[in-house]
């Protein structure tokens, strides 16, 4: 099993990072093409989980005077913060077009948010957020494989997987982009919170 993970951002203004790593792969960029043809051909090898570092899921609260309050954890980076809206939208461009391809180039392609069920087979995907944070970073693509490592560990270990944000009712863009893809056709995916990964910024200086 392989680790991706997307850093959410403008491909054309180079802000969009990614990393793969894993037992055969640690590479990565902010070259859009180049990402799109690694997750293929890793894919097609075997299973990988896919993360995004943008809000994937907001919640779906009736209390609309609180609609737009912080998800658990997240402190000061509220998902309807400036930044957090910003990322949240661009997501909603760039996550489907994304798993489309996939679906497209990887026949049989299947993936779901339930992180208790592992992808165990090629064209399996278990997706989620990662939510990277701390000081400054070395790039976008720098805190892709933060991310991308830290969610390695986590579902190749033992120990339990539990979400860095907790659960709660919510709307789920990451299900509603897999079931947009034809990656998934259960609907309850619109309704579950996924598995949040948070990772540390880390900045290395030149040398």
């Given at each position: 099993m392989h680790c991706a993970v997307v850093d959410i951002?403008?491909?054309?203004?180079?802000?969009?990072?990614?990393?793969?790593?894993?037992p055969d792969w640690d590479v990565g960029g902010t070259d859009p093409e180049v990402m799109k043809t690694a997750f293929v051909h890793c894919?097609?090898?075997?299973?990988?989980?896919?993360?995004?570092?943008?809000p994937m899921y907001v919640p779906a609260k009736r209390n609309l005077m609180r609609a737009l309050q912080q998800r658990p954890?997240?402190?000061?980076?509220?998902?309807?913060?400036?930044a957090?809206?910003?990322?949240?939208?661009?997501?909603?461009?760039?996550?489907?077009?994304?798993?489309?391809?996939?679906?497209?180039?990887v026949p049989n392609a299947a993936a779901w948010q339930d992180w208790k069920h592992r992808p165990t087979e090629p064209g399996q995907m278990l997706v989620f957020e990662a939510f990277v944070s701390g000081g400054r970073s070395s790039g976008h693509d720098v805190d892709a494989r933060q991310a991308a490592v830290e969610a390695y560990r986590l579902?190749?270990?033992?120990?339990?997987?539990?979400?860095?944000?907790g659960s709660e009712e919510c709307f789920s863009l990451l299900g509603a982009a897999l079931i947009h893809a034809g990656l998934s056709d259960d609907i309850s995916e619109l309704r579950r919170p996924c598995l949040v990964v948070r990772a540390?910024?880390?900045w290395?200086?030149?040398q």
């Open positions: 951002g403008s491909p054309s203004k180079g802000n969009l990072g990614w990393w793969l790593h894993g894919l097609r090898q075997g299973p990988m989980v896919l993360g995004f570092e943008a954890g997240e402190g000061n980076r509220p998902w309807s913060g400036s957090g809206a910003t990322v949240a939208t661009i997501s909603m461009a760039i996550v489907p077009s994304l798993l489309d391809f996939l679906c497209a180039e579902l190749t270990g033992s120990a339990e997987v539990l979400s860095y944000l540390e910024k880390r290395q200086p030149d």
